[in-house]
């Protein structure tokens, strides 16, 4: 099966500053990728580049089987959800849903209600948006990015602001998408939830891709075994690991 992303020496430069640099990704088709960076890494711009939102420097992408560089052809296939996602305040959040469907030209009445109903959202799908705390706010917008069952679906952060019980079912929805076809590209700084429902693991820094595996390899590849935290620390970090204590 053709992999759902594929990136050929992506590359972002802002001026004279290399943001992701180089990057060579295969991502296969219905797995979860759980992309994890420092703050400042590049895993926003990446997303941006794959989505069609920024343009590469340098470099190419192929997404759900389309170039990157043919919009109209990649924007069908794919949901992105940004950290701050965009909703509409004045609408409901059936409106807001319906909206995007419109959009979207999808005719998703009975998803809109499942997935509502899902995200425990009914009783307040009619009021506005502008007065919904984070986590409902959080929750329509993953509503929404998923509305159109797209191929591949990008999410920054999408477990931030909600409850244990509402992080739960978006950790829920996740599993459920990639067991009905669709792949998921993940990025949060919440490991456990990464090495709950990773398939394969990628870690940026500094714009550079500096180890990907599957969490349990990752984890084991040292002697000694180590959580996903110790891996990201040590991967990530500028100075040399310290020599351990002698005692
Ligand atoms: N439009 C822009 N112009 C100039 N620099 C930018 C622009 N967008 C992002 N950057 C810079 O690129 C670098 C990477 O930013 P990016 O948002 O991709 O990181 P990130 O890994 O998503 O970080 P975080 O975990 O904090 O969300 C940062 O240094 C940022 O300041």
Known sequence: MRP???????????????????????????SVYGFLGPNGAGK????????????PTSGTARVAGHSIADRDAVVPHIGYMPEEPPLYDELTAREQLQY????????ADDRIETLLRRFDLLD???????????????????????????DVVFLDEPTSG??????????ELIS??????????????ILPVVEELADTVGVLY?????????????????EKEQTLEDVF???TSEEPAPAPVER
């Open 4 to 30: 759902a992303i594929e990136t050929d020496g992506l590359t972002k430069r802002f001026d004279d500053t290399t943001v992701v640099s180089n990057l060579e990704l295969t991502v296969p088709s219905e």
């Open 44 to 55: 926003t711009t990446t997303m941006r580049m794959l989505t069609t939102l920024t343009p």
């Open 100 to 107: 995007i469907a419109g959009l979207r030209n999808v005719e």
């Open 124 to 150: 307040d799908a009619d009021e506005r948006v502008g007065t919904y705390s984070k986590g409902m706010k959080q929750k329509t917008a993953l509503i929404q990015t998923v509305l159109h069952e797209p």
């Open 162 to 171: 909600l409850d244990p019980r509402a992080a739960r079912t978006v950790r």
């Open 176 to 189: 459920e998408l990639t067991a009905d076809g669709m792949t998921v590209f993940l990025s949060t700084h």
């Open 206 to 222: 500094d714009g550079s891709l500096v180890a990907e595996d599957s969490p349990e390899r990752l984890t084991h590849r040292a």
């Open 233 to 235: 620390l040590d991967v």
